[in-house]
């Protein structure tokens, strides 16, 4: 048998062994030894002389000092804390409370739920898990359909691993050669364009057939309003903000008011009317945002950048001109313009009405959703505009995930030792993962299996649209029987080689990648979270119904994908923006 043909022979291998059950990574490590001993086998040399012995060393060295590795600790350690001690519960009624009066309120809260929760801890398992315990029985006590209540879970729980913060961003990024960053920015707006179209099929099918998910009872739609607020609308006026602002002029006939056993105090009536502003405060800071990157830093850094002789007296000259920082057009001053009317009319009309129902659903959310959007958005927007590296973020997140389930009061010594336990754990696990794709790479290139496989796609004369196509559809089929891991450890890089020839872009690529395995976790027969699932599910729901219900997010992820493909600047609009091409 010749060298490619036992290269092939090895990757045909490794997925049987696979399928039996064995370690990933120790069956990487062991058919790379096994075939690389065979490789450089010498008779005249005695067999400890052996060159794999020495290629696996090398291997393992690199695999460990590559510093693109050290932020997946961290961003581990900050979903196993975020998991065991926030307050997801809350934030689940809470959202709930918020789309009460959109069809499937409970199903559109999962996905809300989900995909918040996804960013926070990029663990599949414990966000299904999670939403299974407190979202599935509601859902089902309510009359919703089986595969609709089982599909939002698995679908809107792998969410974690596609939208950054996400493990398997970093692993693609070691494994190919990117930027962590630019691949984080390329992430950022499929990941949530994927969420959106869940949340259109679900809409949809609950319009189409309403028997699928009932309009809950009154009383489990109804707002818990206190007291003191009815009377607060009396002392003062129906209008909860107007009222507000009049209570800060004139305190004293709240001063009898009573808030959860306490006098609501002057102290009370301000802490109240800055939950009212929260809204308006996060729709106006994301327009300054917007206007600070794109007006204000831009210009200052296309200053910094001019020639010397134009500079003012004394500034230094920087690197060339970068797409980035040549300025905003002028569609961005009308489109400003216009998103800012349509801000002001949305905020005008939210206020209007500003009951004692819907100050109480801003202090749920505030109290439950905020400091998780917070922390989300720091870790992401430090990463995003250059302030930190990934690994200094990660450690950032880690940090607020204490600091969050320590002021939530739910995080003892016994869930933290679980938790750092879990990280060294699954951190050992993608190390190991990395030293035995390192040499099994090694082995199988030596051996011309890599050559073969790009002879033979070259030899196929297909275009590059093609070779997109052919490349995602065995990975997609590969999602099959195998998980996200090994499709990115072993046959990631037999594609990236030849991705140079067909001019494609290995973010835009990479980006795919992640799209397509979200078909991993919702394929039979391994779809594992269609088992975490189960594991928490009553006993009546059926495997077969979890399936049923994941089928429509598969063909949903294809749609995703081709849209992708079609409209690039959805992938790589943000990464060229913020670092230029």
């Not at 804390?81 to 409970?106: N, T």
């Not at 792998?158 to 930027?179: C, E, H, K």
């Not at 939950?275 to 204000?296: F, N, Q, R």
């Not at 500003?354 to 917070?374: D, F, W």
Request: net charge positive; hydrophobic share 55%; aromatic share 12%.
């Amino acid at each position: 048998m010749s060298d490619p043909a036992l290269g092939l022979l090895m990757l045909s291998l490794i997925v049987v062994v696979i399928l039996m059950g064995f370690p990933t990574a120790f069956t990487l490590m062991g058919l790379g030894m096994f075939f690389g001993f065979y490789a450089f086998y010498n008779p005249a040399e005695h067999w400890i002389d052996n060159r794999v012995f020495d290629l696996m060393v090398q291997r393992t060295y690199g695999a460990m000092t590559n510093d693109v590795l050290i932020s997946i600790p961290l961003f581990v350690l900050m979903g196993y804390v975020m998991e065991r001690g926030a307050l997801v519960d809350k934030m689940f009624y809470s959202i709930q409370l918020a789309f009460r009066r959109v069809p499937a309120s409970l199903a559109v809260a999962t996905l809300i739920v989900c995909t918040f929760w996804g960013i926070a801890s990029g663990l599949v398992g414990a966000v299904v898990v999670l939403m299974g315990v407190i979202a599935l029985n509601p859902m089902l006590r309510a009359g919703y359909d089986v595969k609709l209540a089982s599909g939002v879970i698995t679908a809107g729980g792998t969410l974690g691993i596609l939208i950054p913060p996400s493990v398997m961003i970093i692993v693609y990024a070691a494994v190919a050669g990117q930027s962590v960053v630019k691949l984080y920015a390329a992430a950022m707006f499929p990941g949530f364009f994927l969420s959106f179209l869940y949340l259109v099929y679900i809409l949809g099918w609950a319009l189409l057939q309403p028997k699928i998910a009932p309009p809950l009872p009154p009383e489990q739609n109804r707002v818990p309003v206190p007291d003191w607020m009815r009377r607060f609308q009396a002392a003062y006026s129906p209008n909860m903000l107007a009222g507000l602002l009049k209570a800060l002029v004139s305190p004293l006939r709240a001063s009898s008011l009573d808030d959860h056993g306490r006098p609501l105090g002057y102290w009370g009536i301000v802490r109240n009317f800055g939950a009212s502003l929260v809204p308006a405060g996060l729709l106006l800071g994301t327009l300054w945002l917007l206007w600070w990157y794109v007006v204000i830093h831009q210009q200052g850094r296309a200053e910094e950048e001019l020639p010397a002789e134009l500079q003012p007296l004394g500034s230094v000259a920087s690197a060339p001109t970068t797409p980035a920082a040549s300025g905003p057009s002028d569609g961005f001053y009308i489109s400003f313009a216009i998103a800012a009317v349509f801000a002001a009319v949305i905020l005008v009309r939210y206020y209007r009405r500003m009951t004692p129902e819907r100050l109480q659903v801003i202090k749920l959310l505030t109290a439950s959703v905020m400091p998780l959007a917070i922390l989300t958005v720091v870790v992401l927007a430090v990463i995003l505009f250059g302030i930190t590296t990934a690994t200094e973020s990660a450690a950032v997140g880690a940090a607020g995930a204490f600091l969050l389930a320590l002021h939530a009061r739910t995080l003892d010594w016994k869930r933290t030792k679980e938790a750092v336990f879990l990280t060294a754990k699954t951190t050992a696990m993608v190390c190991w993962l990395f030293v035995g794709s390192a040499l099994f790479s090694a082995v199988f290139a030596i051996l011309g299996g890599q050559a073969l496989i790009e002879r033979w796609v070259l030899s196929l004369d297909l275009s590059p649209t093609q070779f997109m196509i052919l490349s995602q559809a065995i990975i997609f089929l590969l999602g099959w029987p195998l998980e996200w891991t090994e499709i990115i450890i072993i046959f990631v890089p037999i594609f990236l080689p030849l991705l140079k020839h067909f001019s494609i872009d290995p973010i835009l690529w990479g980006v795919l990648v992640f799209v397509n395995l979200q078909a991993a976790f919702l394929s039979p027969p391994v779809a594992m979270s269609a088992f975490y699932l189960k594991g928490v599910a009553p006993k009546h729901v059926t495997i077969n119904q979890i399936f049923a219900g994941m089928m429509p997010y598969m063909l949903i992820v294809i749609l995703c994908m081709v849209i992708m493909y079609l409209w690039p600047g959805l992938t790589l609009w943000l990464p060229n923006y913020l670092y230029g091409n």
